[in-house]
């Protein structure tokens, strides 16, 4: 499998792919003016108390107070008994109102939600990540070799400097590093959370104490060396910053980093604009003529599999199998795509064989394989739908780069004419039970004007006899279709 990352950057915003075999799996966008604080550290100052959800408020200097709940609060009770934790698990018993605190941003803001905090702070680099108030050592999943999961954690402890506390997390780009590189990694990460503690003691509540790389360096740090060929720029000054990043920490990987100077944007490249233009549609259609409905609400993501113009070769249930199977493929590439997280709801279309029924839940299973952000599939539901969570730490594609429609609100439909012809006369009567004048003017959307004119006459007639006055129409072209006013005149 080949897979490369394309950045593009702009004077304000860097936007990255991640592409394998030619086609488009993950999207990144950092805007200046909307940047990601996830990893970042603050010295925070709790603003509020709530122990009837046992969480606190925690004013970090952003536009909205930040969340910390009990469960995130690292305490000495941590390597204790499960009865010291159960008593730890009271708020009131960790913090009160005013106090400052060393927080590390979990989740970015989402939508109308605050920022979620956690007091375990890690500290990632480019082969461990570590844990100063954890224990012990864990390595990647995506690890598989016992010897080698063995000789991490291994070169690992022999590497910790005497009398340092803490635990580490072995990346699974760390796969066949030699015990040198690991130990040159551990002691950087050592000397960077000392000037990160110290800073925090200093800092005032609501500053910044550390803050994680820019989206160009983090896709160094975190994906090159995980199966990607090269990682391609197309800005010079970018580039050069990139590479000496590269060399400083990872001088094996330093020439997969190349300057792209080809007269075409690269993102014109694999059709990438194209395919970020279909991840912001509802509707995702399939080779086979099928298609798949994803619709994101603040609660829960629903996807909904048709068969479309699909009409198969040879029985319903086989049409319906093959129509699910390729779905399941499709959906889990849409979900790195868009970054759905959440709750995720799949409505596959209904299978009368248990086998078909089995083997698309692995398909699906399979596809969700090679997903950086962590999923689980809890179970199918009695209905047969799909029940599955996929690990949120930053805004979706839509999010991101779209906003509410003026129109309707994010409602995603508005009021048929008819309905607002209905509206105006029910406001007409309402006016002329209340106010005195010598006439009406009805200012409205052309279509509901001309369906006053036409359709609605002879309503539009009677209430002229019945109010005494008569109605003028006006059509406003600035007007939403759903959008009206009744003048006195």
Not at 360 to 367: H, R
């Given at each position: 499998m080949s897979a490369e990352i394309l950045v593009n950057v702009m004077p304000r915003e860097t936007r990255a792919a991640l592409v394998e075999n030619g086609v488009v799996q993950e999207f990144y966008v950092e805007r200046a003016n909307r940047v990601g604080i996830t990893s970042n550290i603050y010295k925070g100052r709790?603003?509020?108390?709530?122990?009837?959800?046992?969480?606190?408020?925690?004013?970090?200097?952003?536009?909205?107070?930040?969340?910390?709940?009990?469960?995130?609060?690292?305490?000495?009770?941590?390597?204790?008994?499960?009865v010291a934790a159960e008593r730890s698990a009271d708020i009131r018993e960790h913090m009160r109102e005013g106090d400052e605190i060393l927080v590390q941003v979990l989740k970015d803001p989402l939508g109308t939600k605050g920022a979620r905090l956690t007091t375990f702070v890690s500290?990632?680099?480019?082969?461990l990540v570590y844990l100063p108030k954890g224990k012990g050592i864990g390595v990647s999943t995506r690890i598989d070799d016992e010897n080698e999961r063995g000789r991490l954690r291994d070169s690992v402890t022999g590497a910790a400097p005497g009398g340092t506390n803490g635990g580490y997390i072995v990346r699974t780009v760390a796969e066949g590093v030699d015990s040198a590189e690991?130990?040159?990694?551990?002691?950087?990460?050592?000397?960077?959370?000392?000037?990160v503690r110290d800073k925090g003691l200093r800092?005032?509540?609501?500053?910044?104490?550390?803050?994680?790389?820019?989206?160009?360096?983090?896709?160094?740090?975190?994906?090159?060396?995980?199966?990607?060929?090269?990682?391609v720029v197309d800005n010079a000054v970018v580039h050069a910053r990139m590479l000496e990043f590269a060399r400083t920490f990872m001088p094996a990987s330093a020439d997969k980093v190349e300057l792209y100077s080809g007269a075409r944007p690269i993102f014109d490249l694999h059709s990438i604009e194209d395919e970020l233009a279909k991840a912001l549609e509802r509707k995702v259609p399939l080779k086979s003529g099928g298609y798949v409905v994803i619709d994101q609400t603040e609660a829960m993501t629903t996807i909904d599999v048709n068969t479309g113009a699909y009409v198969g070769h040879r029985n319903l249930e086989e049409t319906i199998y093959r129509t699910n199977l390729e779905a399941a493929v499709s959906i889990a590439r849409q979900l790195r795509l868009r970054n759905l997280g959440g709750i995720i709801i799949i409505d596959f279309i209904d299978m009368?064989?248990?086998?078909?029924?089995?083997?698309?839940?692995?398909?699906?299973?399979?596809?969700?394989?090679a997903?950086?952000?962590?999923?689980?599939?809890?179970?199918?539901?009695?209905?047969g739908l799909v029940e599955m969570t996929r690990k949120r730490t930053r805004e979706s594609l839509e999010h991101l780069l779209c906003e509410p429609c003026g129109a309707c609100e994010g409602r995603g439909f508005v009021r048929t004419a008819e309905t607002i012809c209905y509206e105006i006369f029910r406001e007409l009567l309402r006016q002329a039970r209340q106010f005195d004048c010598q006439q009406f003017m009805v200012l409205a959307h052309q279509d509901v004007i001309e369906r006053l004119l036409d359709e609605e006459s002879a309503p539009l007639g009677e209430l002229e006899v019945l109010t005494g006055k008569p109605i003028r129409l006006q059509t406003e072209a600035l007007y939403a279709s759903d959008q009206y006013d009744v003048v006195l005149m």
């Open positions: 709790v603003s509020r108390v709530l122990p009837g959800m046992q969480a606190a408020f925690i004013d970090v200097g952003l536009e909205r107070t930040a969340f910390l709940h009990v469960s995130d609060i690292a305490t000495a009770h941590d390597e204790e008994t499960e500290i990632p680099s480019r082969y690991l130990r040159d990694d551990l002691l950087f990460l050592h000397r960077l959370w000392g000037m800092a005032a509540a609501g500053e910044l104490v550390h803050e994680d790389l820019p989206l160009p360096l983090r896709l160094l740090r975190d994906q090159l060396g995980s199966g990607i060929d090269h990682i009368q064989e248990e086998e078909h029924r089995r083997q698309v839940l692995q398909a699906l299973e399979k596809a969700l394989a997903d950086h952000a962590k999923t689980h599939i809890s179970s199918v539901s009695p209905l």
